[in-house]
Nanobody
Framework: QVQLVESGGGSVQPGGSLRLSCAASGYTASMYCMGWFRQAPGKEREGVAVIYTGSADAYIADSVKGRFTISRDNAAKTLELQMNSLKPEDTAMYYC?????????????????????WGKGTLVTVSS
C-alpha cells in the first residue's frame, strides 16, 4: 500500500503564492508518475500538473502554465507544487495522486484515470 499526504494549502490573496507538498510512504518502487489534481465546488476534477518519476517529463495544464511549477524528489518520496500569481479561479481542493504500475496504474498526460493512489486533499482558497 501507498499513502499520500498533502500539506501546504491555505488562504491567500490574489497574486500571492503557496507551495503544496505531498509525502509518499509505503511501497513506491513501481511509481511511474505523480501529479496534482484539483476540484472546485460544482466543477469536475481536473489535472493540474503531472511529472514522471524516471525522467524530467512533465505536463502542465494550460490554465496554470507559467504560474505553477511541479517538482519531485524521488529519494525523499516527495512531490511539490509551487503556485505563484494565484487567481480566485485557482480556489479548489488540491489532491496528490500517483500511478503505480505493479497494480494497474498508468500515466497519460494529465488524465486522472490511471492514478491509483490518492491523498485526501488540501484546500487552497484565493480571495481578497
Amino acid at each position: 500500500q501507498v499513502q499520500l499526504v498533502e500539506s501546504g494549502g491555505g488562504s491567500v490573496q490574489p497574486g500571492g503564492s503557496l507551495r503544496l507538498s505531498c509525502a509518499a510512504s509505503g511501497y513506491t518502487a513501481s511509481m511511474y508518475c505523480m501529479g496534482w489534481f484539483r476540484q472546485a465546488p460544482g466543477k469536475e476534477r481536473e489535472g493540474v500538473a503531472v511529472i514522471y518519476t524516471g525522467s524530467a517529463d512533465a505536463y502542465i495544464a494550460d490554465s496554470v502554465k507559467g504560474r505553477f511549477t511541479i517538482s519531485r524528489d524521488n529519494a525523499a518520496k516527495t512531490l511539490e507544487l509551487q503556485m505563484n500569481s494565484l487567481k480566485p479561479e485557482d480556489t479548489a481542493m488540491y489532491y496528490c495522486a500517483a500511478a503505480l504500475t505493479h497494480n494497474g496504474g498508468y500515466c497519460y498526460g494529465l488524465a486522472a484515470s490511471g492514478m491509483n493512489y490518492w491523498g485526501k486533499g488540501t484546500l487552497v482558497t484565493v480571495s481578497s
